[in-house]
């Protein structure tokens, strides 16, 4: 469905981001645009969310390091994106992150449906592979096609020995186009220095057709860098060249100011607790055991929470706020209600559960958290769990960022529950750590060394220097679509 929003971009806040130690450490740039203004209702990041809920997908010694732009507020929906060199001699483009995807796309020249022009401050960009030295066509017979045809990343027909892809996306948009090889250009970190042009070879899709909303310039990028954990993504590619490691973190700051960090590797923080990863599922799924409100366990029956095909606990950078399995939700409002009957009168708000607050929700509202397998508790304060939707007079109304799924029973965590935090996803080893930070601090990345050593950086100054035209961003007033939203790919799980 469509979703239109004005994105206002007043400027951009430029704060610390991860320096990284290792052999090779990589630093790349990572933007988001966003509005400043709180404009949208609750309902449209709902449908916003449930829109995405129903098209995801599914050693080493370097660490690459993303520059993160933008703020984080529920009412806004903003994009990330960043920029990445492809081919001989290379060439700029500017891509979304996609966490919930795997493939890295980008428009190619004789494109059908592929804009020409962006609303965003960036030159969009056609790859061409026949300009390019070191491209290569990737053909059925090549193993790297035959993992993707695991995957369903790829695809091979009878007529050709062209090895090919076709997504659709869950607002009705599409792309297809062909695989090739060529390298993909990296600023490498050696001895506390940048140097330049390092490259590794990486299998990339190559765009020849776009549908829908991927067609309208004034959301535009050139394409999608899939993140996620088949062997058809960068991180994957990248990791079994030795390059970067298969870990990769994030620390995205809730306050106005924005930002935060992201990195390919691993961040040290002596808080950590990790959790492991439900095996043999696409997304980034873990075992919820429990919900305490004030200490307080609910009265909810954990095999809700269990993973199975309709069910399950997911972590979803791309969902803005949280959702609950519906047998978990009523007892958490509950519980909620409870805890803040003798301070403030719940009121409904468009089938919210809203409260007119006069002071800090810090001083009224009861710290909730969340218990996986593991031991691995995840605390939440109220801010990470409730959003200002608007005020009235001198009162502010807050309202429950979670969400239910009526007739479902799947559990996500968005950017509500995952900012403040420090998230390590450690896909080689099969576990998700977080813990409570200040994302505008810096932090340590481990990787092990070229030597056999693990090695430590303080994470936040190499980044700056290699940050997208910063000066673009200034004063400026974009108007974007509903695509500006996180989006991936609908074929390989439901939740809808």
């Known amino acids: 469905m469509a979703f239109a929003a004005i994105i206002f971009i007043a400027g951009v806040f430029l704060l610390p981001a991860a320096v990284v130690l290792g052999a090779f450490p990589v630093t790349l740039t990572l933007e988001r645009a966003f509005p400043l203004n709180n404009s949208f209702e609750l309902s449209q990041l709902v449908s916003r969310d449930r829109i995405r809920h129903g098209r995801m997908l599914q050693s080493s010694s370097g660490v690459v390091d993303f520059l993160v732009e933008g703020t984080f507020d529920p009412f806004v929906v903003g994009l ?14 500017y891509v979304q992150i996609d966490t919930g995807s795997d493939v890295l796309w980008v428009s190619c020249g004789s494109c059908n449906g592929c804009p020409q022009s962006s609303g965003l401050p960036i030159q969009l960009n056609l790859f061409d592979p026949g300009s390019s030295s070191t491209s290569s ?10 993992v993707g045809l695991q995957s369903s990343d790829s695809t091979c027909s009878s007529q050709g020995n062209q090895c090919a892809y076709t997504f659709q996306y869950g607002d009705g948009s599409g792309t ?8 993909l250009h990296l600023d ?67 306050d106005d100011g924005g930002g935060g960090i992201l990195v390919l590797g691993e961040i040290i923080e002596p808080n950590i607790v990790y959790s492991p990863l439900v095996p043999s599922q696409p997304h980034y799924n873990l075992n919820l055991q429990s919900i305490s409100v004030n200490g307080q366990t609910l009265p909810i029956d954990p095999t809700i929470f269990a993973t199975s095909s309709n069910r399950g606990t997911i972590i979803d950078s791309g969902t803005t706020l949280a959702y609950l399995a519906e047998q978990a939700y009523d007892p958490f409002i509950t519980a909620i209600n409870n805890a803040v009957s003798q301070t403030v009168r719940p009121v409904l708000s468009r089938g919210n559960q ?11 509202f009861p710290q909730v958290s969340l218990n996986f397998a ?8 109220p801010q990470d769990y409730l959003i200002q939707q608007n005020s009235i007079g001198s009162a502010a109304v807050w309202c429950i960022g979670f969400q239910k799924i009526p ?43 070229s ?40 074929r390989i799980f439901r939740f809808l």
């Open 137 to 146: 066509l990737i053909s059925c017979s090549d193993r790297r096609c035959t």
């Open 188 to 254: 490498t970190v050696l001895g506390g220095s940048v140097t330049q042009n390092t490259s590794a070879p990486i299998v990339f899709g190559c765009s020849t057709l776009q549908t829908g909303d991927l067609t309208k310039s004034d959301r535009a990028v050139d394409g999608i860098f899939g993140f996620g954990q088949q062997d058809m993504s960068v991180i994957s590619q990248l990791s079994s060249q030795g390059i970067t490691p298969k870990v990769f973190s994030h620390c995205l700051k809730g």
């Open 80 to 93: 990330y994106f960043t920029r990445v060199q492809l081919g001989s001699p290379p060439k700029d483009f």
């Open 451 to 490: 030597m056999g050593k693990s090695e430590f950086v303080n994470a936040g100054e190499l980044s700056a220097g290699s940050s997208l035209d910063k000066e673009a961003y200034k004063s400026l007033h974009v108007c974007l679509l509903a695509f500006l939203m996180h989006i991936s790919i609908l």
């Open 354 to 364: 809203c409260y007119l607050i006069t002071n800090s929700i810090s001083d009224i």
């Open 176 to 183: 297809s186009g062909y695989y090739v090889s060529d390298v």
């Open 407 to 449: 007739g479902q029973e799947i559990t996500i965590l968005g950017d509500l529950v995952l900012k403040d935090k420090i998230f390590v996803y450690d896909v080689a080893g099969r576990r998700i750590g977080w813990a409570n930070y200040d994302c505008s601090m810096s932090v340590n990345v481990s990787t092990t060394s």
């Open 374 to 381: 593991g031991s691995a508790a995840m605390v939440l304060r």
